[in-house]
């Protein structure tokens, strides 16, 4: 019997899954593509991803003790699954190496200049690898640790409050944007991560029956750093500035200047790195998991590392900015979709399973 | 399997030498603490004199700052020119404050400040500063070693004062995309052999306009926003001679109220309340033991500086420089579309501002 994540400890780790790298440009994204008071979108959307939640909710709910694999396998068998899970396999762990690779651009726009971003990711990837190859219980107790180091960080906003004022805020509402659309969808791909709760829950300790209310709480940090952070920034930016700032929230980290300390944003960047280190093990995990239903025989330090090998390959060279940046839109996209419809799927195929009476309802 | 752990321990190990490969000794660097932009006297237009300084410790005891002046294109180009021009390598991530000379600065200094922005090296917190005259004659005037930090620390003490607004890159550049204000920056200049404080300059884009002296600054400050504490020497003339008042008020507030007319903008009204003690009149000794009339001494102040915001108000006006926000004030009080289509009109000039005060006299000090 192996130990279960707690309620508590899963709100923490949907939080630190979600907020990733694309945390740092939010700003300036909202700012591009909704123009003035972009900030309100960061609301409107964190509302439809609460209906996606209430999806997921949903097929657990129907689900009757099965996980995800058994609910799909008892209409279609593996062997006709299998490409399937291969596909989101791979769009999860190439997903978290574009994260991941971003992120380490971002560190050389900070330091490391000279040096080969290929070898820093290395070192990135050692850290996941070591930290993937851990069952799902060790990696939350660590995720926590990693919540406790890195929320202070939030709290550094108060210092902008005084160079804040509401009178660059404008009265207007969503004007100026660029694409709407693409914004919506680039601000969706921000929130992810909440999806690998569908293979998370055989995993969650369901003695409280309103566990998944937790998954819940954990969306909802997520959407109060987001939304305090872009509203400062749109306080503290002016909206034409906001659109020409590559990474407004390092910005922002880097005003903060006390006479003991300046420049932190070095440091505090790289605490970021243990934040983003959750986001890649927590989708490698995951697409390790359905690795392993294709082929039982691989284990996890197997799959994990076949997985990080594969996407590095097919990922080699995309290094620069904005190929990563372009590579991320796309790829965000399809996980986007993944995480609308994949709840869908499954709730249809619950529906065809129990009208065809083979499973309980 | 104890062997590939090993090698797993060794193969990372070398990695972790990786952090050794960008390395920045402190002795080979050359730490800019100021940079001073300067019309070239070249013919050409787009050139710039740069004038920098820097602490040398080529010696070992002893750090003395070398003062270097490059002529160039761009802030890169400079830096690049200088680093030439000495043993070490020239390096602006200590850079406190950008010096621009007047002549420089009314041709704009945009291209300045991107760069700078840009850098990754450089922080936010450098201060912009507009000289009287030659930006490079600031650094001649200042008599210790630590040029950069002596004009961060002088500014800072006027501005944690209020007398002057406060200017680094990224409030210059926010006041300079957003679209319904200009910028203020700290005006300094040399007088005889002194650097002083002047008031602050004036910019209508990123373009120097005009200045102005330290008491109009501080009303400027007044109407812009909070005033946490500063203080006023009003001058009212007598019958014979002046009354002289020193008014240190350490709580201000300007409210801003728009009157409209239809879908027109009507006029702006600020009204500043501000609380503070009185703690110099030389009108009532004169009088004899009379005790200072508060109402009376409000009025007069309230009176005086109703004069003198109008006075500014004429001289932004005249500059065509919008450092009160009058634009940005107008967009927040009207709709998306009445904005796009007033936006292009010069609404300083279009929009009357009247300004008007609250003066409150806690307390007289020690004399009644």
Not at chain 1, 27 to 49: C, D, E, K, Q, Y
Not at chain 1, 176 to 204: C, D, R, S, W
Not at chain 1, 284 to 312: D, F, H, N, Y
Not at chain 2, 274 to 283: I, R, S
Request: net charge neutral; with cysteine; charged share 20%.
């Amino acid at each position: 019997m192996f130990e279960k994540i707690a309620p508590f400890h899963l709100a923490i780790l949907i939080y630190m899954i979600q907020s990733g790298v694309t945390f740092f440009k939010l700003p300036r994204m909202l700012a591009v593509n909704f123009g003035t008071n972009g900030w309100l979108m960061v609301v409107i959307v964190s509302f439809i991803v609460m209906i996606n939640l209430l999806l997921i909710s949903l097929v657990i709910r129907f689900r009757v003790g099965e996980n995800v694999f058994e609910i799909m396998e008892g209409l279609i068998s593996v062997k006709w699954m299998a490409p399937f899970y291969l596909l989101l396999a791979l769009t999860w762990s190439l997903l978290s190496i574009l994260v991941g690779k971003d992120f380490i651009s971002i560190t050389q726009v900070l330091s490391f200049q000279n040096t080969n971003s290929t070898s820093l990711f290395v070192i990135l990837m050692v850290l996941v690898f070591y930290l993937g190859m851990k069952d799902i219980y060790t990696i939350s107790k660590a995720t926590n640790i990693f919540f406790i180091l890195t929320i202070g960080i939030f709290f550094l906003i108060i210092y902008h409050i005084p160079y804040t004022s509401l009178e660059r805020l404008t009265p207007f509402i969503f004007k100026e944007g660029k694409n709407t659309i693409e914004g919506i969808v680039q601000l969706y791909t921000a929130f992810l991560g909440f999806e690998i709760v569908l293979f998370l829950f055989p995993y969650v300790d369901q003695s409280k029956p309103k566990w998944f209310r937790s998954v819940y709480y954990g969306h909802f940090l997520t959407t109060v750093v987001y939304s305090v952070t872009c509203f400062v920034s749109y306080l503290f930016f002016s909206l034409n500035q906001l659109k020409i700032t590559s990474y407004p929230v390092l910005n922002l980290i880097a005003y903060i200047e006390i006479e003991l300390i300046e420049r932190i944003e070095t440091f505090v960047f790289n605490l970021f790195l243990i934040k983003i280190l959750v986001t890649l093990v927590l989708y490698l995990w995951a697409s390790s998991l359905l690795l392993e239903r294709v082929i039982p025989a691989l284990s996890r330090k197997q799959s994990v590392a076949i997985l990080i090998i594969t996407s590095m390959l097919i990922t080699l060279n995309v290094d620069v900015m904005s190929e990563i940046a372009d590579w991320l839109l796309v790829v965000g996209f399809v996980a986007a979709a993944l995480a609308i419809g994949l709840p869908i799927i499954l709730l249809i195929v619950i529906g065809i399973r129990t009208y065809r009476g083979d499973h309980r309802a | 399997m104890r062997n590939l752990k090993l090698l797993v321990i060794v193969f990372s190990l070398i990695f972790l030498l990786l952090g050794c490969n960008d390395q920045k000794i402190i002795e080979n660097l050359g730490f800019m603490s100021v940079m001073c932009f300067d019309k070239a006297s070249d013919s050409d237009e787009e050139k710039m004199l740069v004038t920098s300084t820097f602490p040398s410790f080529s010696d070992e005891s002893t750090s003395t700052e070398i003062k270097l002046d490059t002529v160039a294109y761009s802030k890169k180009e400079a830096e690049k020119q200088l680093s030439a021009k000495t043993e070490q390598q020239i390096v602006n991530g200590q850079i406190r404050s950008l010096i621009f000379g007047e002549e420089f600065a009314s041709d704009g200094i945009n291209r300045i400040i991107q760069s700078v922005e840009r850098d990754r090296e450089i922080g936010s917190q450098v201060k912009v500063v507009v000289a009287e005259g030659e930006a490079s004659a600031i650094l001649e005037s200042i008599p210790i070693e630590s040029t950069g930090n002596y004009v961060d620390k002088m500014l800072k003490k006027d501005t944690d004062k209020f007398t002057i607004p406060y200017a680094d890159i990224h409030h210059f550049s926010r006041d300079l995309l957003d679209d319904g204000i200009d910028p203020v920056v700290p005006l300094i200049g040399v007088e005889g052999k002194d650097v002083v404080v002047k008031g602050s300059a004036l910019f209508r884009g990123d373009q120097y306009v005009g200045n102005l002296t330290i008491p109009e600054s501080k009303i400027l400050l007044l109407l812009i926003g909070k005033v946490k504490s500063s203080d006023l020497v009003v001058k009212i003339p007598q019958e014979s001679g002046y009354r002289n008042f020193f008014f240190s008020y350490n709580h201000s507030k300007p409210k801003v109220n728009v009157k409209k007319n239809g879908a027109g903008i009507k006029e702006i009204r600020i009204h500043v309340t501000m609380e503070g003690a009185l703690l110099e009149d030389t009108g009532s000794h004169i009088k004899g033991d009379s005790p200072t009339n508060y109402k009376e001494v409000e009025k007069l102040i309230d009176r005086h500086l109703t004069n003198e915001a109008a006075k500014l108000i004429e001289i932004l006006k005249e500059k065509q420089a919008d450092s009160l926000g009058v634009s940005r004030i107008v967009r927040n009080s009207v709709s998306y579309g009445q904005w796009k289509s007033m936006k292009e009109e010069d609404l300083l000039e279009k929009v009357p501002v009247n300004i008007s005060f609250n003066v409150v006299v806690r307390d007289n000090g020690m004399l009644q």
